[in-house]
């Protein structure tokens, strides 16, 4: 079964705005992982937030962390096209190797 | 390093045939697990191979059944196909560390997955 919700399920934007999606999961986790799927491939790391944390960058990404509302949130600043693609948060458990993923957020970046 | 791997990328079987899907890791992970994906069902966790035993198992039927070898790599096999198996079938691989006891867990890279169809 799924550990994790996202919101919205899809998302349209124009180039150069920010977009914004929303995780949330239901057990305690070890840490958050978002993740992002061109059209029928594989799987690409975007970030990765423990349970310590509650705020993390990488480029134009920012990733929060809320362990009191079992949620997170990924922003996207200034997207380009190229971002269009699905966006999966995903949870470890502690001790339990059994990667949960939502169900993902659709976004697409209109040039 | 080579990323992992998947063969075949795409397979088309008839309903109550076998199929076996293989994975190659990105060299020194030792875990491997496998996920499920289907546009109605998501992404579904399948299992989870670290040092040639299975440590973890998601809720699918006994149809679906798998292996890690000696060096790392690993076979998933789904016997008596049935329709609903049509998928893309995903492996990653991953390094393991432990922290005070605890194992902790990084990053997963992910293959391009196998496109299985049943027909």
């Known amino acids: 079964s799924q550990q994790g919700e996202e919101d919205p399920q899809a998302l349209s934007i124009q180039e150069g705005e920010n977009a914004t999606m929303n995780c949330s999961y239901k057990t305690s986790i070890n840490n958050l992982q978002w993740y992002r799927q061109n059209s029928g491939r594989g799987l690409v790391h975007l970030i990765l937030i423990r349970s310590n944390e509650r705020e993390k960058h990488s480029g134009r990404l920012r990733v929060t962390l809320d362990t009191s509302k079992k949620s997170s949130s990924l922003l996207i600043t200034a997207s380009r096209a190229a971002d269009t693609a699905s966006y999966f948060c995903?949870?470890?458990?502690?001790?339990?190797?059994?990667?949960?993923f939502g169900a993902g957020t659709r976004l697409t970046v209109k040039p | 390093k080579a990323g992992v791997t998947q063969t075949p990328r795409y397979l088309i079987k008839t309903r109550g045939q076998q199929v076996t899907l293989s994975c190659s890791p990105i060299?020194?992970?030792?875990?491997v697990s496998w996920y499920q994906q289907t546009p109605g069902q998501g992404l579904q966790f399948l299992f989870e191979?670290?040092?040639?035993?299975?440590?973890n198992k998601g809720n699918f039927p006994g149809r679906f059944s798998g292996r890690q070898f000696s060096n790392s790599r690993s076979e998933m096999n789904v016997s008596t196909l049935e329709l609903g198996d049509s998928a893309l079938y995903l492996c990653?691989?991953?390094?393991?560390?432990?922290?005070?006891?605890?194992?902790?867990?990084?990053?997963?890279?992910f293959g391009p997955g196998t496109r299985l169809t049943v027909l």
């Open positions: 191979y670290f040092s040639e035993t299975q440590r």
């Open positions: 995903a949870t470890d458990r502690y001790n339990n190797n059994d990667m949960r």
């Open positions: 060299s020194g992970h030792r875990s």
């Open positions: 990653a691989s991953r390094p393991r560390s432990s922290s005070g006891g605890l194992q902790t867990y990084n990053e997963q890279f």
